[in-house]
């Protein structure tokens, strides 16, 4: 290999530890603050459902166990195909309501649509957008997660990293990879540029005024990647995500198996590469040599790819054997990567019975 390219893949390697391990350090200073209020904001916690019968009665019931004084909990129903509407109202009490979707206008995806609906129905002082297959782990969950809020520094908003549960971990477990090695979380509201930025949609919170004065969702209405975009929308804005570990409080179960996460990330990992197809190309390229072709020729590349992978695992509770099958792990990131250009170039990208992400290129 060429000593220069070895130079290359060695910063990259060496850049992506060093960030690793000061989020790694940083999570848990955080986890050793006893943060507490004097009164806790109102809150409305918002959930976006399609087809979700399966996941929907869980995050409920743990809704309902929350200790938290003042706290609404709004669904809607985006014209799901099962049982989701009938769960709803089964549900309804004068904390837990239900908005029934109506067709989706044009130019908008589904999940922005129903968040935006979502965030005009909302009492709360704080907005706390969930995704309908997540779930709260213990009764004090949602005031833990008010009171580090209330304690996040001034201009800011918060994302949770979440408990990752569910199967298909070999490719769940590469979105801790990917959010604890490239974001530099550690720096907090000094994050230099608005691409370094970004949300994780399961889980993320914003003062009820900032988002009237900016309505994100809006924003990105025809985003298949909202979640990044509206961090870098925000941040642009002067109001920087934080990442918050939620990890106590906050589990996602994510998929069913192999193939449902397969298609999970299919349908937006394209638009996480880049705007176009061409842009992806590049992108997944460049993935590719560092942490592919750098490892298969020189054996300290592999060594560094597992360590790495070794720490976010550990940070985000991985069993031994997902880590033990680290190169599988990124071979299919690269196969679904190929696999979501393809289709997003022939708009073909299917999900939860919607066509999404058809090219305009």
């Not at 409920?60 to 509407?85: C, G, K, M």
């Not at 589990?251 to 069913?256: C, E, K």
């Amino acid at each position: 290999m060429d000593p220069y390219l070895i130079g290359v893949f060695a910063f990259i390697h060496a850049a992506y530890h060093l960030n690793a391990i000061a989020n790694g350090i940083w999570f848990h200073r955080k986890a050793l603050r006893k943060e507490s209020v004097s009164a806790l904001p109102s809150i409305s916690v918002l959930v976006p459902a399609r087809n979700e019968e399966g996941n929907l009665p869980r995050l409920v019931r743990s809704f309902q166990a929350q200790n938290h004084p003042d706290a609404e909990l709004i669904v809607y129903d985006d014209l799901s195909e099962d049982a989701t509407w009938t769960i709803i109202q089964q549900f309804q009490s004068n904390r837990i309501s239900g908005i029934k979707g109506s067709e989706l206008p044009q130019g908008w995806v589904g999940k922005v649509h129903a968040c935006y609906q979502l965030s005009l129905s909302a009492t709360g002082r704080v907005f706390l957008f969930l995704d309908a297959d997540t779930e709260f782990l213990s009764p004090s969950a949602l005031k833990r997660m008010c009171e580090r809020f209330a304690h996040r520094p001034d201009s800011t908003i918060l994302t949770g990293m979440t408990l990752l549960r569910g199967k298909g971990q070999l490719i769940v477990s590469m979105v801790g990879n990917l959010i604890l090695s490239a974001i530099p979380w550690w720096l907090e509201k000094r994050v230099p540029f608005a691409f370094l930025s970004g949300v994780n949609g399961q889980c993320w919170m914003i003062e009820k005024t900032d988002y009237r004065k900016f309505e994100p969702h809006l924003h990105v209405k025809g985003e298949v990647l909202e979640d990044i975009k509206i961090g870098r929308y925000l941040h642009g804005k002067g109001l920087v995500p934080v990442l918050d570990d939620v990890r106590k409080d906050v589990a996602v179960y994510m998929y069913t198996g192999f193939f449902d996460a397969w298609k999970g990330f299919q349908k937006n990992i394209s638009s996480m590469l880049g705007n176009s197809a061409l842009s992806s190309l590049a992108v997944l390229t460049i993935y590719a040599a560092v942490f592919c072709y750098a490892p298969f020729v020189n054996i300290w590349f592999l060594v560094s790819m597992y360590v790495l992978k070794n720490t976010t695992d550990r940070i985000t509770h991985q069993p031994w054997l997902v880590t033990l099958l680290t190169p599988l792990s990124h071979l299919l990131t690269i196969l679904i990567s190929l696999d979501s250009i393809i289709k997003r170039s022939r708009g073909r990208i299917q999900w939860k019975g919607r066509i999404i992400g058809a090219s305009n290129e």
